[in-house]
């Protein structure tokens, strides 16, 4: 079954607690992003890649990082998170231009 | 700038009948236009998709109409179900270059009463 997996679901954090959150997908797929969706203001890009070793900014890379070592895995780092990073985030993929699969969310909240 | 544009935040229809979402750009590099469907605690879902070269695209219950001379497309579902009740965004990309992002609407929450 095609896949993207996020972990963990929920986080609760204090600020400068660095943290990770992982991306896994099992379709092959090239492309990966970051999202984050915050009220009033829809999914915004953070990060994304187009292969291994490739990652460039989005929308609103402040504060995150990001690394692409296996095609599979993106995970999306927070290294000093403060409570402006307290938002709903989504891992995509797409193999071309078309539609892209979206993960299951990672909550966090950043205290 | 908001370069997508989704003007209403919440559409309530009746089981049965007709539900028309729509959605602005202003971006005329857009050249492909995406809806997804999404349930509270899961990922947006893919729902339909067109392409600016096409007016009108059309899935089971499911029509995309896109108006490019006034930048505009609309999601029609008929007939309306109760387990369409969702937040659908509207999504639009521009092709060339390395990024696929999608630039999204800030999403209009359907409800649909039994």
């Known amino acids: 079954e095609a896949q993207v997996t996020q972990n963990p679901r929920y986080l609760i954090t204090v600020t400068g607690k660095k943290l990770t959150v992982t991306c896994s997908q099992n379709?092959?797929?090239?492309?990966m992003s970051w999202y984050r969706q915050d009220p009033g203001l829809g999914l915004r890009q953070i990060y994304y890649?187009?292969?291994?070793?490739?990652?460039d900014k989005g929308d609103v890379p402040e504060g995150y990082k990001v690394s692409r070592k296996e095609k599979r895995n993106f995970p999306l780092i927070l290294e000093s998170p403060s409570p402006n990073q307290t938002s709903l985030y989504f891992c995509?993929?797409?193999?071309?231009?078309?539609?892209?699969?979206f993960g299951p969310g990672t909550r966090l909240t950043v205290l | 700038d908001q370069q997508v544009k989704q003007n209403s935040p919440s559409l309530s229809v009746q089981e049965g009948r007709i539900s028309i979402l729509n959605c602005d750009y202003t971006n005329s590099m857009f050249d492909y236009f995406l809806w997804y469907k999404k349930y509270p605690a899961e990922g947006p879902t893919f729902l339909i998709s067109i392409s600016s070269i096409k007016d009108k695209n059309e899935d089971g219950r499911f029509t995309v109409f896109l108006n490019k001379s006034a930048k505009h497309l609309s999601l029609h579902i008929v007939p309306s179900q109760p387990g369409d009740s969702a937040v659908y965004f509207c999504a639009a990309r521009r092709s060339g270059g390395s990024n696929y992002k999608l630039t999204f609407g800030k999403g209009t929450l359907l409800t649909v009463n039994p």
């Open positions: 995509a993929t797409s193999s071309t231009y078309g539609e892209q699969f």
């Open positions: 890649s187009m292969n291994v070793e490739v990652t």
């Open positions: 379709m092959n797929h090239e492309y």
